[in-house]
């Protein structure tokens, strides 16, 4: 069973304090790797899809990394405007399967 | 603007109604897809469809039920059976054989 563990829960940081979120997962072979923010009351808006190990994607103050067993989400001099709760979610091969989703980080940048 | 649209976004109801919440995009997405969230949880799969007049059950089914007629319409009916409806569902779709979902603003059920 495809399974993704998001870590920390929460973090809180001071505005232009630099960090890193977390996504573990495991999954019967990649198909890819999924990166969403989402605001409170609000649906998840996409950032990015990661296919294989190595491969970094960055978006403003953003940086996604992929290895085999976990990503990374980078976030550079945060702003308080990036407070948000951060998404993961995977695709396996096995079958036509839907995506498998974290329980996500909430982040809170402290101005 | 293309874009995915749920409707409404806040509905309250009595506890053994029915109710159906809508899902409509102009994407021209081939799959769509529900999903509930309950707070601290991440999204659990309801119900998704790849094709009109197809559709397959996801994780948490139970008490659920989705119609596809049409490629821009995907509404879910909670029902009675459901045995604790409150919760933020989320509505979303993406090209076929592509993996990227993308998101409604979501609809926020109440029940009383």
């Known amino acids: 069973e495809d399974q993704v563990t998001q870590s920390p829960e929460a973090l809180r940081l001071q505005e232009g304090e630099s960090s890193s979120l977390n996504c573990s997962y495991t999954v019967s072979g990649l198909r890819g790797l999924f990166w969403y923010r989402q605001d409170p009351g609000k649906g998840p808006e996409f950032l990015f899809t990661?296919?294989?190990a190595g491969e970094e994607k960055e978006k403003e103050r953003l940086k996604a990394t992929l290895t085999k067993k976990e990503s990374f989400l980078h976030i550079t001099a945060p702003k308080p405007e990036d407070s948000a709760t951060y998404l993961c979610a995977v695709q396996g091969y096995s079958g036509n399967t839907p995506l498998v989703f974290g329980k996500g980080t909430r982040l809170s940048v402290i101005a | 603007d293309g874009g995915i649209t749920q409707s409404p976004k806040y509905l309250f109801r009595k506890e053994g109604q029915n109710v159906t919440l809508s899902c409509e995009q102009n994407l021209n997405h081939d799959a769509m897809y529900w999903y509930r969230q309950d707070p601290g949880q991440g999204l659990r799969l309801i119900y998704y469809s790849q094709i009109v007049n197809d559709f397959q059950k996801g994780d948490i089914a139970e008490g659920y039920s989705v119609s596809r007629e049409k490629k821009e319409s995907f509404p879910l009916t909670v029902t009675s059976a459901q045995k604790n409806p409150t919760a933020f569902y989320l509505c979303a779709s993406s090209r076929r054989g592509e993996s990227e979902q993308f998101f409604g603003p979501g609809t926020r059920l109440t029940v009383l």
């Open positions: 990661l296919y294989s």
